[in-house]
């Protein structure tokens, strides 16, 4: 039974991933920073199945005793500080994980276990004020935050410990992935959970920022798929994964508020407070590579996610308010 850590285990890639590869018959280990309450929600049907250690991406010595103690086969560097507006209130703390976490995650690769496998979860972001239009591995990176700054580090750092030390590391850049677990200020789930509120009597507004940002979202239950293929070829290689579909974040409001009958032209205010100092106006992904090496493609289009979140916003709600 082949053994994976997962970094960044609670968050929403982490619990998709988790199920995926417990679905492949692999034992799971999680690993989990202490913090004062559990945020174990999004893996409560897992816990059972999996198990997770403490350890903190700011702490190397606690990386490597997971390596020494458990002896992963593949390890997946989800964690992150993953908010990009955070980064500009808190761009130093962004840095030390999303960068600098991914320095310590290597070096405690290389010195304990440097068989193993690294997936580094790299990001569209990366491409910021974009170079071309779509964009893949080739693209020129152009950050615009403090997060996509932190990011390209934690890129160039996996392309270098993999040519300098022979390690099988490798980062799926992956643009937007979204679903009922995303966490409730990333936009695709404060509009659904939005909506959700609206329609059933609990609000009777939404406040949004730019309406005409352009993003290449998917579902996450695919591209946790893409992973783990990443990590099963002959050759360690970086690959862009999206749809190759690109959406405002007005047309995902039209798609989101249409499913309960409903206009966002009626409940949609733009407020000034999200709007962010430098945006990534456009991004939307050629991910022909991977179709090509990996045979993957998305399964989940566009408006099915969208829809599948609306319905899983309102039924969550339906039940919390019911009671
Ligand atoms: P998420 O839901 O915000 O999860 C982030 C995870 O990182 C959480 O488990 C969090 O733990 C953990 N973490 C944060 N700081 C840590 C630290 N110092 N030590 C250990 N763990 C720490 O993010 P996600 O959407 O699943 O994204 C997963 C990864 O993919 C991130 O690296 C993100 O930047 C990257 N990415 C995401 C997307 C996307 O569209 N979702 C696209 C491209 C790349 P707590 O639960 O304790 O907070
Ligand atoms: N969060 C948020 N809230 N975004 C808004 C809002 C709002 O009220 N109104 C408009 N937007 C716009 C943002 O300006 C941005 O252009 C777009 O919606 C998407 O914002 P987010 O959902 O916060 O995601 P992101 O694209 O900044 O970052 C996500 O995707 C990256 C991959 O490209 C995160 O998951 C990152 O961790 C990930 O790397």
């Known amino acids: 039974m082949p053994t994976a850590l997962v970094t960044g285990i609670t968050g929403q890639d982490g619990s998709y991933l988790a199920e995926f590869l417990l679905g492949k018959g692999y034992e799971v280990i999680g690993l989990v920073r202490r913090t004062s309450r559990l945020t174990y929600d999004r893996i409560q049907h897992l816990v059972d199945r999996i198990e997770l250690v403490q350890a903190d991406l700011h702490d190397l010595g606690s990386l490597m005793d997971v390596l020494n103690k458990y002896a992963p086969d593949e390890i997946y560097n989800l964690a992150a500080q993953s908010f990009v507006p955070a980064s500009w209130s808190q761009p130093i703390l962004t840095g030390e994980v999303n960068a600098l976490g991914v320095v310590r995650m290597l070096e405690a690769m290389r010195l304990v276990r440097p068989q193993a496998r690294f997936y580094q979860a790299s990001s569209s972001e990366m491409f910021g004020k974009v170079r071309e239009v779509?964009?893949?591995?080739?693209?020129?990176?152009?950050?615009?935050?403090?997060?996509?700054?932190?990011?390209?580090?934690?890129?160039?750092?996996?392309?270098?410990?993999?040519?300098?030390?022979?390690?099988?590391?490798?980062?799926?850049?992956?643009?937007?992935?979204?679903?009922?677990?995303?966490?409730?200020?990333?936009?695709?789930?404060?509009?659904?959970?939005?909506?959700?509120?609206?329609?059933?009597?609990?609000?009777?507004?939404?406040?949004l920022g730019n309406l005409e940002a352009k993003r290449d979202w998917g579902y996450t239950g695919d591209y946790v798929r893409a992973m783990w293929l990443m990590l099963q070829q002959d050759e360690p290689e970086d690959f862009v994964i999206g749809t190759g579909e690109t959406h405002s974040v007005r047309e995902l409001c039209e798609v989101a508020f249409s499913h309960v009958g409903l206009d966002y032209r009626d409940y949609v205010k733009q407020d000034p407070r999200f709007f962010r100092p430098a945006e990534v106006d456009i991004l939307v992904a050629d991910a022909s590579k991977a179709r090509e090496k990996l045979g993957w493609e998305p399964r989940v289009t566009f408006e099915e996610l969208i829809h599948m979140m609306v319905d899983a916003d309102l039924e969550r709600l339906e039940r919390k308010y019911k009671q």
């Open 134 to 207: 779509p964009q893949k591995e080739t693209t020129p990176f152009y950050p615009r935050s403090p997060y996509a700054v932190a990011k390209v580090y934690g890129h160039w750092i996996t392309v270098n410990y993999r040519e300098s030390y022979n390690l099988f590391a490798v980062s799926g850049i992956l643009f937007n992935h979204e679903s009922p677990r995303r966490g409730l200020e990333f936009v695709t789930r404060k509009v659904t959970n939005g909506v959700a509120k609206i329609k059933l009597g609990l609000a009777d507004e939404l406040r």
